[in-house]
Structure formats: structure tokens, C-alpha cells
């Protein structure tokens, strides 16, 4: 029995890991869990996994549901810091990280700490500090395992294989419900086109990042940590059937593809039960309704997004960090209705032109670059 410690436990992520432990209550179990502001759906989990803590992350716990998860014998914690200190007990197997934003990045460092293997589909943890925490992970020899579908794709389809065969990461990207509309009309997009994602069902936050590009640029970062390639050899493809999930060519010239159903079931069930694959009941994919797979190439000059990704991880140090948190801000400001669809790249390259860049990456300078941003456009938007 695999023990979890559930951080994000009713985000889209969250609730599908959840689904995985109820088809398998035999090989893994909740112990610790997480929400952000979702009490009633995190008393529901306490309710019926009973695990020995559980913690409401975006705000404070009112008396009355204190009495409640007290009568069913857990303990509520609140606060951000209590994430850290959630994924620091010592008494679980695997960290699960759906934690959305920068507030995940604590957490994994947490675990990591405790010698704790990670399943990480909090992207802003490698975007903002992925020299921090692959060091630190190689030094207490933790596996992080990836729970998004592209990385979890190239993961796939690297088992067997020398790493150091690989010529090139193809990361796959459906390019998003604007892929045909003119840039020009990008000033026109409203929240709720933007949220109409055409394959996948996302929080808003990562749709919105999908819509702009920006969620691959996020993605290139993230590989670039977890598989130690140069830059160069990562590349993007607008794929928008979303089937094959991502590939790699390697150096003889054979191409790997990893493919299958928009499920983020998938990934997470194999990032939870590796290094076994457990037979499940899950929709297969029937071929003769995807006879026709296209491809083509980012309109960089269009989305604008993905070419600030790549330019802030050539610029390293803490220039991604603050490329992460000028994103979210902008993009809660757009969610919020206070800026345009295509204000949202245009904040994030000012903050990066704006900031001052730390070589140094620790926890303090990636913190200190992360609160700079977010003050920085803030301000702007105000």
C-alpha cells in the first residue's frame, strides 16, 4: 500500500489522482491532503479517507468546520506555510504535488527533504527553481516523477533507453482555441472564449496559459530540468488533436511517440504506480476515429508567450521566476476582467526586461523574484 501525501486535492488534477486511488483503494491511500479554498470538498475527502491531516491552504478555517473535522478524528490546518510542513511528515511514500502556482515550489522542497519521491504536476516548481530542486533531489537521491501528459510522454518513452541518445524533445501543444484567429482580434478575446479550451478540461489558470502558449513555454522549462538536455534540443509542435502527447528522436534517427486519449488519468496512474503499469478500465483509443493526425509549427510572432519562456531560461538565474509570477499575475488579471488577452504576454516581457537578475538561484532569491514581479505588475495594472 502506497501512502499519499495529496497536495491540490480538488483541482482538476487533484480530483482525477483521487479517482485513481478509489479504482485501486488496494494499492495506494490518502494520508495527508490539501485543498486551497474548497472546504466542502476537502471535509468530503477527510470523510472518507480519513487521513491524519488535512489542510485549507487559501484561508483560515472557520470554528464550525474545525468542530467537524474534529468529530471524524482529523486535524485542519490552514496557510500557505502549512503546505511545507504537510509534505515535510515523515510517515508517507509519495509526494503529490497539484498545487497551482508558485506556492508549490516550498512543498517539494519539503519532501525532498524528508527523502520523499515526488509526483509533480506543479509546473511553477521546476520553472522557478529548477536548478534548486534537481540539485537537491540528486543530493538525497529522490526520483520526480512528472504528472503532465507531455512530460510524462517523454518519460515513457525514454524507459529502456540512454539517456544520452536522445537529439531532440518534441513537446506537443493542441495550440490552444485561438490557433486560427488572427492575432489582430487577439485584443477582442474575451474570459470566456478563452476558457473554452477544445480538448482538455483544465483549471482556468493553466487554460488561460494554454490559450497564450505560455503553459508550453512553461513546459520547455520543465523538461529542461527533468530530462538535462541542451535548450536547443527542445522544440514545440502544434498538434491539435492532442493524441501523441509528445516524442523524442533520438540520435540514430528514430522517433518515439507516446499516445493515447486527452486522459490525465493516465500519467497519473503511471506516475503513482511505477514502475508497474496496473490494468485498468479506462476509455481506449479507437484509430478509426483519428485517422488524420496534423502537425504544424508555433506561430511565435502570434504567441508571443512561448519565445519569453525559452528567453528567460537562456537568461537563467532568476529571470524565470519572475517570468512564472508576472504571467499569473496577468493572467488573474485578465481572468479578473481588468486587462486584454493580449496585454497578458506584454506585462510578463516588461517584467522581464525590468527585473534584475540573480545567478544565484536559492530558495530566498527565487522568493525574492517571485514577490518582485507581482508587486511589479501589479502596480502596473493598478
Given at each position: 500500500?502506497?501512502?499519499?501525501?495529496?497536495?491540490?486535492?480538488?483541482?482538476?488534477?487533484?480530483?482525477?489522482?483521487?479517482?485513481?486511488?478509489?479504482?485501486?483503494?488496494?494499492?495506494?491511500?490518502?494520508?495527508?491532503?490539501?485543498?486551497?479554498?474548497?472546504?466542502?470538498?476537502?471535509?468530503?475527502?477527510?470523510?472518507?479517507?480519513?487521513?491524519?491531516?488535512?489542510?485549507?491552504?487559501?484561508?483560515?478555517?472557520?470554528?464550525?468546520?474545525?468542530?467537524?473535522?474534529?468529530?471524524?478524528?482529523?486535524?485542519?490546518?490552514?496557510?500557505?506555510?502549512?503546505?511545507?510542513?504537510?509534505?515535510?511528515?515523515?510517515?508517507?511514500?509519495?509526494?503529490?504535488?497539484?498545487?497551482?502556482?508558485?506556492?508549490?515550489?516550498?512543498?517539494?522542497?519539503?519532501?525532498?527533504?524528508?527523502?520523499?519521491?515526488?509526483?509533480?504536476?506543479?509546473?511553477?516548481?521546476?520553472?522557478?527553481?529548477?536548478?534548486?530542486?534537481?540539485?537537491?533531489?540528486?543530493?538525497?537521491?529522490?526520483?520526480?516523477?512528472?504528472?503532465?501528459?507531455?512530460?510524462?510522454?517523454?518519460?515513457?518513452?525514454?524507459?529502456?533507453?540512454?539517456?544520452?541518445?536522445?537529439?531532440?524533445?518534441?513537446?506537443?501543444?493542441?495550440?490552444?482555441?485561438?490557433?486560427?484567429?488572427?492575432?489582430?482580434?487577439?485584443?477582442?478575446?474575451?474570459?470566456?472564449?478563452?476558457?473554452?479550451?477544445?480538448?482538455?478540461?483544465?483549471?482556468?489558470?493553466?487554460?488561460?496559459?494554454?490559450?497564450?502558449?505560455?503553459?508550453?513555454?512553461?513546459?520547455?522549462?520543465?523538461?529542461?530540468?527533468?530530462?538535462?538536455?541542451?535548450?536547443?534540443?527542445?522544440?514545440?509542435?502544434?498538434?491539435?488533436?492532442?493524441?501523441?502527447?509528445?516524442?523524442i528522436e533520438f540520435r540514430d534517427g528514430s522517433i518515439k511517440a507516446q499516445l493515447g486519449l486527452p486522459d490525465m488519468r493516465v500519467p497519473i496512474q503511471y506516475a503513482l504506480s511505477y514502475p508497474e503499469r496496473i490494468a485498468n478500465d479506462l476509455p481506449r483509443m479507437d484509430f478509426m476515429q483519428f485517422s488524420e493526425l496534423t502537425f504544424m509549427?508555433?506561430?511565435?510572432?502570434?504567441?508571443?508567450?512561448?519565445?519569453?519562456?525559452?528567453?528567460?531560461?537562456?537568461?537563467?538565474?532568476?529571470?524565470?521566476?519572475?517570468?512564472?509570477?508576472?504571467?499569473?499575475?496577468?493572467?488573474?488579471?485578465?481572468?479578473?476582467?481588468?486587462?486584454?488577452?493580449?496585454?497578458?504576454?506584454?506585462?510578463?516581457?516588461?517584467?522581464?526586461?525590468?527585473?534584475?537578475?540573480?545567478?544565484d538561484v536559492t530558495y530566498e532569491s527565487v522568493l525574492h523574484a517571485d514577490r518582485w514581479a507581482r508587486r511589479y505588475v501589479g502596480e502596473k495594472i493598478i
Amino acid at each position: 500500500m502506497k501512502k499519499l501525501c495529496l497536495l491540490g486535492a480538488t483541482g482538476s488534477i487533484g480530483k482525477s489522482c483521487v479517482d485513481i486511488v478509489n479504482r485501486f483503494p488496494e494499492k495506494f491511500s490518502i494520508r495527508y491532503v490539501s485543498a486551497h479554498r474548497n472546504i466542502e470538498d476537502l471535509f468530503a475527502l477527510a470523510q472518507q479517507f480519513r487521513p491524519e491531516i488535512a489542510v485549507l491552504s487559501g484561508t483560515t478555517v472557520e470554528a464550525a468546520w474545525q468542530t467537524k473535522f474534529k468529530r471524524i478524528g482529523v486535524k485542519i490546518e490552514s496557510g500557505v506555510e502549512a503546505l511545507a510542513e504537510l509534505a515535510g511528515q515523515s510517515d508517507y511514500d509519495l509526494l503529490v504535488n497539484a498545487v497551482v502556482g508558485a506556492a508549490g515550489l516550498q512543498p517539494t522542497l519539503s519532501a525532498i527533504g524528508q527523502n520523499k519521491n515526488v509526483a509533480i504536476a506543479n509546473k511553477e516548481t521546476l520553472v522557478t527553481a529548477g536548478d534548486l530542486v534537481t540539485r537537491l533531489s540528486r543530493q538525497k537521491n529522490v526520483q520526480l516523477f512528472p504528472i503532465d501528459s507531455e512530460h510524462s510522454a517523454l518519460w515513457q518513452c525514454l524507459v529502456g533507453e540512454d539517456p544520452c541518445s536522445i537529439e531532440r524533445l518534441i513537446l506537443t501543444a493542441s495550440g490552444g482555441p485561438f490557433r486560427e484567429l488572427p492575432a489582430s482580434e487577439f485584443k477582442n478575446v474575451t474570459v470566456e472564449q478563452a476558457l473554452r479550451h477544445p480538448n482538455w478540461a483544465m483549471g482556468q489558470k493553466i487554460t488561460i496559459d494554454s490559450a497564450t502558449l505560455m503553459n508550453k513555454g512553461l513546459e520547455v522549462i520543465e523538461a529542461f530540468w527533468l530530462f538535462d538536455v541542451d535548450l536547443e534540443d527542445i522544440s514545440v509542435l502544434i498538434h491539435p488533436q492532442s493524441i501523441i502527447h509528445s516524442m523524442i528522436e533520438f540520435r540514430d534517427g528514430s522517433i518515439k511517440a507516446q499516445l493515447g486519449l486527452p486522459d490525465m488519468r493516465v500519467p497519473i496512474q503511471y506516475a503513482l504506480s511505477y514502475p508497474e503499469r496496473i490494468a485498468n478500465d479506462l476509455p481506449r483509443m479507437d484509430f478509426m476515429q483519428f485517422s488524420e493526425l496534423t502537425f504544424m509549427a508555433p506561430q511565435t510572432d502570434k504567441f508571443k508567450a512561448l519565445n519569453l519562456a525559452y528567453h528567460s531560461l537562456r537568461e537563467a538565474g532568476t529571470a524565470p521566476a519572475v517570468l512564472n509570477a508576472a504571467n499569473e499575475e496577468a493572467v488573474y488579471a485578465f481572468l479578473g476582467k481588468k486587462i486584454r488577452f493580449d496585454q497578458i504576454p506584454a506585462f510578463v516581457e516588461d517584467a522581464l526586461e525590468k527585473h534584475s537578475n540573480h545567478r544565484d538561484v536559492t530558495y530566498e532569491s527565487v522568493l525574492h523574484a517571485d514577490r518582485w514581479a507581482r508587486r511589479y505588475v501589479g502596480e502596473k495594472i493598478i
